[in-house]
C-alpha cells in the first residue's frame, strides 16, 4: 500500500515568500523545536560531479532542508524540475522555504523514498536525469524535541522521522526480551557490548519503564563503566545503541534496499544515481546494490572508492566525516 501523502505543492513563484511569511516561518520553526541550519555534505563534489543541464529532473529522494537541492536549482531554468520527498514534514516546510527563490518548478512530496516508484507515477513523472539520497538525518532534526533522537539533550526517546510509523524506540526498549535487544544492537549498531547493554535495559525495565534519551543513555552508561561527559570519549559510549534502535525503528536498511532496486527504471539513459551514506551497513548495501547492476549491464560506477570529504570540510562540518558518496550512471 503507498504511504504516498500529499503534501506536494508546485512552487515556480520567485517570492513565495514575503517578509511576514518568513518571519512566521522562522516563529513556526521556533514553536516547533526545529532549527533551519543545515550544511549539506560534499556540496563541492555534488556541484562538480553532478552537473545538469538547465532543463534536467533531478530527484532530492531526502530533500531535508534543501541544502543539495539549493545547488540543483541554481542550474536550473523554469524547463528544469526538481522533485524533493522526505518523510518529515517540518523538513518539507523547511525545504519550500528554502527553495522559494528557485527558477525551476519544485515539487514536494511527503513520502518514504521506498515509495519513489509510486511518486513518479501519481504525478506524471517518466523518469530523471539524476537521483540522490543524502542519507540519515538533518542536524535540525537531532535537535528538534518532537523527535526524540538526542543523547546529547533529554527528550522523549522516539526516534521516528516519520510520525506515521507505529513504533517508538521506547516501545522496542521496553518490550523486547534480552536476547531480542543484544541482537538488534549488535547488528544495527555494530556495538560489541551489545549482550551487557541489553541485560541492564532488561533488568532497569524490571524497575521502570524508558520514557527518555536520558535514562537510557544513564543506562548504556552503566553498563558500560563510562562517563557520558568523560573528554577521552572518542564517540559517545551512546552512539552505536541509538544508530541501532534509529535503523530499526525508521526500518532504514530495508527502505534503502526496495528504493535502490526502483532506482534504474526511474532513470533516463545517463541519468544518474548519487547516494551518500553514513555508516558501513549503509554503504555496503550501496556499493553491493551498485556491483550488480555494473553485472547486469545497467549501471557503470563513476567512483571507483567513494568520494569523502576533505580535512576542510571535515573542520568545518564535523557530519562530513564518515559521508561517503558514490555515483552509478544508467547505460
Ligand atoms: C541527511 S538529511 C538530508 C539533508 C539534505 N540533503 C540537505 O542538504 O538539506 C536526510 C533526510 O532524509 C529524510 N529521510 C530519512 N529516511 C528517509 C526515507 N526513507 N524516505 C524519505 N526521506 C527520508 C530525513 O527526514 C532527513 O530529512
Redesign the pocket.
Known sequence: MSNFLHTSRLLSSRNLFSPLAKHFFELYLQVNNMPAE????L?QYISRELTLQSNSIVV???????????IFAQQLSSDGMIIG????PK?LE??KQ?LSDAKCKVLLVR?????IANVFRENGIESADLI???????SG?LADMDRGLSFGQDMKLDMR??DRLETTAADIVNSRDEKGLADLIFKYGEERASRRIARSIVSYNQKAKIKTTGQLVDIICSALGCDPNARKNKIHPATKTFQALRIAV???LE??EI?LDAVPSLLKKNGRAAI?S?HSLEDRIVKNNFRNNKAAGIYDIITKKPIVADRTEEIENP?SRSAKLRIAVKI
Open positions: 543545515h550544511k549539506p555534505v556540496a532530492d529522494a531526502t530533500v531535508g532542508f534543501a541544502g543539495h537541492s539549493s520527498m522526505d518523510v518529515d523538513c523547511v525545504a528554502n513520502s518514504n523514498f521506498s515509495e540522490l539520497a543524502d542519507l540519515g538525518i538533518c532534526q522521522l516519520d525508521n526500518k532504514e527502505n534503502l528504493f551518500i553514513f557530519r
